[in-house]
Every structure is written in C-alpha cells, then in structure tokens.
C-alpha cells in the first residue's frame, strides 16, 4: 500500500496510541485512553470489517459465574483467583451499563438459569450453594445470588431438565446494539477506526513502536494495546491465551415463546435464550477440544447436529421452528480464566484472554489496559 501525503498527515503521524482490535477491550481501551489525554491522537485497527472475535458473534449474555462453572474453576485454579475473576467480571457489567445506558444496550435483569438432568450433578451444586452466596456476599456485596428454583422449568417449556439453580443477578443485552454505541462514542471523542488492517508483526524501539502490516504497510506510534484476545497467539505466541470457538444458531419467530432468562447447561459448554421472540442456542466445544481450538469462522456438523438435537429434545419440544441462522466466534481461554494485562515490552501492553466472559469483563479490562501502560495503580 502506498499512502498519500494527506493520508498520512491525517491518520498515520503523530500517533500517541494505537490500539489493535476494535472490540469490546479495545473500544474500551481507546475511549478511556482518549477521556485521560484529551489532546491525544488515538487509533483502532482492525482486521476484519467488523470485530472479527466475539464482540458482536456473542449470545449477549451478562454473566459473572454460574455454580457448576466456578465449582468446576476451583477444582484447578486457585480459588482467590477465581473470586477476583468473579469480581472483575460484576465491575466490568457495571462500568458498561455506565458508559453505555441500560436502555441503549437493551439490558435486562432476568437472571441466569443453570440447569441439570442429572441429580448426582445438581446435587453437588445444590450443596454449595450456601458456601458461594457467601463468598459472593464478601465479593461482590450481593445478598442471595443463588437459589434453588424449582418451577422454572416448567414455566419456560423446557423438557428432560429436572433441576434449576438460579443466578438472581445475571442478565442479558443485545450485543450488536453495545458495540454500535461504543462505536458512536468513540467516533465522538474523536479516535479514528480504521478496517483491514491485519498486524504482521511488532517491534519495540523504546522510543516509539513500529507496527508492521501485512499490506506493506508501517506506521509508528508512541504507544500500543493489543486487544486481540482470541487472536492473541498470531502477534504474542508465548502468551497462555489460545482461541476457542464458539458456534451459535437463531432459530425462526416461535409463538408465545414462554423462554425467558439466560440459561446454562454442562458448566456452562451450552446456552440459550429468547431474542425477539426465537431462541439463539450456542455451545458444544466440549466436543471436540481439540478441533475448536482454532480461529477459522466455518461451522462443524458435529455440533451443530448436537445443538439441534438438545434444541428439539430439550429446548422446543413439541414445536414447529426452523434453524434461520448460524455462525461461530472466537473467545480467548488459557489455564485460567483471569484476563491477562501486562506489559510485553515498554510502550506496549496486551489486554487479552477473556475467557467467555468478555461482555461482562471486556470494559474493565479496557481501562486496566490504560492502567497498565501508564504505570497506574488498580484498585479493584
């Protein structure tokens, strides 16, 4: 690629930060940078035409944590680790529905349903329950985040669960809404975007940053963000981050759909909801590990023959629908579910690894990126 002079002068000089990846972490990153440095020239790039990861491929669930999934977290990761996630996930939802109004996101507190077919597994849920409210209590300050809820099933049509446990306090937003309006802020501080704008590589100076494009393109700026999360790996191959991909269905319009909530099912590897009145149901990489652990965007006919078969048996039992959408995105995972944001050189930071969590966490991170390249204090 080879720029004019205005297209220089206009975008590419005097760049104080840029950041790679106009997701969540990294819209966040921008915004909060520009709001500290008014004066500043921000950049975003990205890859894709829009957020190529998850940010707008999401269930748009505001989730912080069902039982079996933190239960399951604490059997290998330690357990003050796993309730500090838990807490940068409920500051990050706040921080979101700050920024961007409850009624703009479509935010809806409906709760967040976890439910079993298995008794031995509910039972060991069930069990804990008071341990966690507990922990959530000295947390979060929240009273009674879990209880045992006994009728929803039935309300909702659902068919083969036996049993509920009951998140009171997760929610749920239209995704693609958040990102629009995380976009209109940006535009209005004044940070350009610009699209395909795939990174090759980086290079520290100590003096500056040189971004090296895969265009022929190289630009300089003072300092970097990389936002990248699920694509991590490509631009930061040490990292403990790896893709993992997540493929969803929305079914067509159902009649009286009685759905209502966010719903968990096996520690969390499958969810589903109501979204204008048609059920978006995603999961099923805990079949197959090893062939999700990619960041090609294509669909797999083992899962998406195992979420339709949960989706009749289960889910619309006794329902006339049709499948009138599919896709897939790409979440960062690593050994543990902690963000990571740290320093990989001197002006350049990453933000990255949110673990399946990044509508709840992704604001948070965002700003702790800005505190992590300006040597600030967190106080979480």
């Known amino acids: 690629m080879i720029l004019s002079y205005w297209e220089k002068q206009t975008y590419f000089n005097n760049i104080n930060l840029l950041v790679i990846g106009s997701g969540i972490v990294g819209l966040n990153a921008a915004i909060d940078y520009k709001t500290r440095f008014p004066k500043a020239k921000v950049l975003v790039i990205e890859r894709g035409v829009l957020p190529n990861g998850a940010s707008t491929k999401n269930a748009g669930f505001c ?57 031995t ?52 937003i239209n995704t693609g809404n958040m990102m629009h309006a995380l976009l209109g802020i940006t535009y209005q501080k004044g940070i350009s975007i610009l699209n395909n704008m795939e990174v090759d590589k980086i290079q520290d100076t100590k003096t500056h940053v040189e971004i090296y494009f895969k265009n022929n393109l190289s630009i300089k ?79 797999t006919e083992i899962i998406q023959n195992k979420l339709e078969q949960i989706l009749k048996k289960n889910i619309l039992p006794k329902q006339n629908y049709k499948i009138e959408q599919r896709w897939s995105g790409i979440m960062g995972i690593g050994s543990e579910k902690k963000p990571i944001i740290k320093h990989i050189s001197k002006n350049v930071v990453c933000a990255v690894r949110m673990g399946g969590m990044g509508v709840a966490i992704g604001s948070l991170v965002g700003q702790m990126a800005v505190d992590e390249l300006e040597g600030r204090q967190r106080n979480l």
């Not at 979060?140 to 006994?150: A, P, W």
């Not at 929803?152 to 068919?159: D, E, F, H, P, T």
């Not at 997540?246 to 520690?267: C, D, M, R, W």
């Open 63 to 119: 989730c912080f944590g069902s039982v079996s999934e933190l239960k399951d977290d604490i059997s290998h990761i330690e357990e003050n680790t796993v309730w500090q996630t838990v807490l940068l996930r409920y500051k990050g939802l706040n921080k979101l529905r700050k920024l961007v109004k409850d009624n703009i996101i479509s935010y809806q507190q409906l709760g967040g349903f976890e439910v079993f077919e298995s008794k």
């Open 121 to 172: 597994e509910f039972e060991a849920c069930a069990d804990i329950i008071s341990c966690f409210n507990k922990k959530m209590k000295e947390t979060l300050g929240l009273k009674n985040v879990y209880t045992v809820d006994k009728n929803k099933i039935k309300q909702n049509g659902l068919s083969g669960f036996k049993y509920c446990i009951k998140n009171n306090f997760e929610g749920q």
């Open 221 to 299: 700026s003072k300092k970097v963000i990389i936002a990248t999360n699920g694509f991590a790996k490509q631009l930061l191959p040490d990292l403990d981050v790896k893709p993992a991909r997540a493929q969803v269905l929305v079914t067509s319009p159902i009649k009286n759909l009685k759905l209502e909530g966010a719903f968990h099912y096996q520690q969390g590897y499958y969810y589903f909801r109501n979204i204008d009145n048609r059920v978006l149901f995603g999961g099923g990489r805990n079949l197959d590990f090893k062939g999700e652990e990619t960041i090609d965007m294509q669909l």
